[in-house]
């Protein structure tokens, strides 16, 4: 166990919906990356955040979009979804945002978009 | 373009045999980490190994092994005596240190299937 908690485990819904996926990070870390695993993208960068500030930016696409609350909690959002979407989304926490150190990454949210 | 290429899809051994991934990295930092994590069937993505540019000395740690070589930009890992329990996809990863933008995300490597069977 990482310690970083993702909800909901797994979701399914339909073409044009909005989603919330929900991210605790560990105890402690200030900083939290998301990122997408698909079949024919690979695992990607999609966002960081630290201590509530938008830190770095990858590949993420105008229909997403995420925040990192006082709590250091963070959500992704994601709307009009379409099929391509469909991937497991990975949260990671690391304790100060560097590269030095290491990212523990939650059990992810599997997105099924129909 | 590609910052980290893993060459090798699957890899498949009988248990006690060794098994060396490799990763090769391309980067124009001088700084920069390089990591292994491993993901098993269950998903979850488990940090294994984490090395600097400036430290190439190669280590050990119990079955798991890494060759770090600047001069070929490779990052090679090693299971030792492999188990069934080693069967995973093995992702190694850069993370460079070259602007603020880049600084902390993983860039991942395609992955490396493992195949140990009994």
């Known amino acids: 166990d990482s310690g970083v908690t993702q909800t909901p485990k797994h979701l399914i819904t339909a073409t044009g919906q909005r989603v919330t996926l929900r991210c605790s990070p560990r105890?402690?870390?200030?900083?939290v990356y998301w990122y997408q695993q698909s079949l024919d993208q690979g695992l990607q960068f999609l966002i960081q955040y630290y201590n509530g500030e938008e830190r770095a930016k990858g590949n993420i696409l105008e229909r997403f979009s995420a925040q990192q609350f006082p709590d250091l909690h963070s959500e992704l959002n994601l709307s009009s979804l379409e099929l391509g979407d469909s991937a497991l989304y990975f949260c990671a926490s690391s304790v100060d945002g560097s590269g030095y150190n290491e990212q523990f990454f939650g059990p992810g949210t599997r997105l099924t978009v129909l | 373009a590609q910052k980290v290429t893993q060459a090798q899809t699957e890899i498949s051994v009988v248990e006690k045999e060794d098994v060396t991934l490799d990763c090769v990295y391309e980067t124009r930092d001088t700084t920069y980490y390089l990591f292994w994590y491993k993901q098993p069937p269950s998903g979850e993505l488990v940090f294994l190994i984490r090395r600097n540019s400036f430290d190439e000395q190669n280590e050990i740690s119990g079955r798991y092994s890494w060759n770090f070589q600047k001069s070929t930009s490779s990052f090679n890992f090693t299971i030792t005596a492999s188990q069934v329990v080693d069967s995973a996809v093995y992702f190694c990863?850069?993370?460079?240190?070259?602007?603020?933008?880049?600084?902390?995300?993983?860039?991942f490597g395609a992955g490396t299937q493992v195949v140990v069977t009994p």
């Open positions: 105890s402690g870390d200030l900083s």
């Open positions: 990863a850069l993370s460079e240190a070259r602007t603020t933008d880049s600084w902390g995300k993983l860039q």
